[in-house]
């Protein structure tokens, strides 16, 4: 029976892990995918996405 809950924590361990180790990207949608245009966090915003494409490789 121990075995059986240490096999349903480690799979829910498994279930949060990729929502925590999110890309630059994932998070920069999460935060601006809907900011108020003029803003600061708007202003903010641009300045991430710039960054973002700057470190993006060009293929």
């Given at each position: 029976m121990s075995k059986l809950v240490a096999l349903?924590?480690?799979v829910a361990a498994a279930g949060l892990a990729p929502a925590i180790a999110q890309s630059p990207a994932d998070r920069y949608n999460a935060d601006c995918g809907s900011v108020v245009p003029g803003s600061d966090q708007a202003r903010?915003?641009?300045?991430?996405?710039?960054q973002l494409q700057a470190?993006?490789?060009n293929c």
């Open positions: 349903v924590v480690l903010s915003c641009a300045a991430r996405r710039e470190s993006r490789p």
